[in-house]
Every structure is written in C-alpha cells, then in structure tokens.
C-alpha cells in the first residue's frame, strides 16, 4: 500500500517528461547564444587587431620584434637600476628610445650598453635624465598627455592617428614612426598645441611619397584578404 502511495502515475510522468524537453531546448539555446557571443566577440576583436596591423607600417615581423625588445628591455632595466631609478623601453622598427631618470653618467650608459644586447635591436635614443625617479603625480600627468595628443591626432583627421608611438616624459613628448616630413611636421605643430606640453622632440624614421604609396598599397591588400 505504501509502494503504491509513492509511485509516479504515468500520466504524471509523460507530464514531467514533456516539461523537461522545452527546459532542455531553452537551456540548449541559451548556451548556444553564450558562445556565438562570444565567437563574435573574439572574431570583432579580431578583425579591430587585424586592421591595426594592417595600418602599421611596420612590417608584422617588425611589430613582433618591437614587443619582444620592450619586454627583454625592461626586465634587463629592471635588474641593473632596481630603485635607483625609473627607465622607459620603447621600441619602434627596431629603433629604441631611452626615456626617465637614473642615479648618476655612469648607470645612463650602462643602461643604454645593456640595451644594445638585447636581440634585435638596430639603435638607441638615449634620453636618459641624471635626477631622482619622478612622482606618481609626474607619471598620471605624463600619461594625461599621452592620451590627449593621441585624440588630437584622431581629431585632426588629415594625419593616421595609428601612425605614430607617443611617449611622454616629464611634459616632454617624444614621437616615433615611420613618417613623411610633412606628416612629421603635422604632428609636431599638433603636439604643441596640447594643454601641458613642454616640448616636442622628433625620433621619425622618414620615408618619402615613394615610400608611402608602396606601404599603402600593401596595406589596402592586407586588408582585403
């Protein structure tokens, strides 16, 4: 008698069994609608990475190369000055600039000798500065700029924002690229017109109208395949 109290009717069961299914369908959907998500969210960022490459006017090998030196450069800085100062690595086509402050001459060009070991490595700018490390405050103001020059070369819209590295040191700007005289020109004149600027220095690698048509013809055909 107890049994029978506790077992599942059929018709109970067929009920139970036809909820599961539109449970198991919503269930199904929802996980499918997750990873298409995230499938194009991956295939956006993707494309976004793809077409910056593809208007650099590096070569990819360059680009690569250029991290590999950022990464390798600093933890060479890093175990030569310690906190006897603060050094910035930054690589662009292989030419790289030295920017920040180190205790005395002798730690600058230590620093700039264990640079030109790293792999890769064509020239050094060595911008060095003999001072203490600069503040947190100096540093949040140097990165302000940073992002200010590069909207206003977003804004100014007869220049490739993606064109040029920006570095900013203690109100000092430093531009890299491999750029025409006149687009040089045209980003500086931009550069000093942004609030806080102190200076503008040049580290272009120049390339002539020849130059350019070819690296934009590549480009046009990187971004079609």
Known sequence: MIKRLFRTRPDAAQGLQAMRRPLAAIALCCMSAAILQGCIGMAVGGAVMGTLAATDRRTIGAQAEDKAIGVKGDVRVRNLVGSAGSVSVNSFNRKVLLTGEVRDEAMKTAVER?????????????ELSIAGVSSFTSRSNDSLITGKVKASFVDARDISANTFKVVTESGVVYLMGRVTQWEGNRAAEITRGVDG??????????????????LSNASDTQERK
Do not use: C
């Open 197 to 214: 600027v102190q200076k503008v220095v040049k580290v272009f690698e120049y390339i002539d109208e020849g130059d350019l048509r070819q």
């Open 114 to 126: 264990e640079i030109a070991a790293v792999e890769g490595v064509q020239s050094i700018v060595n």
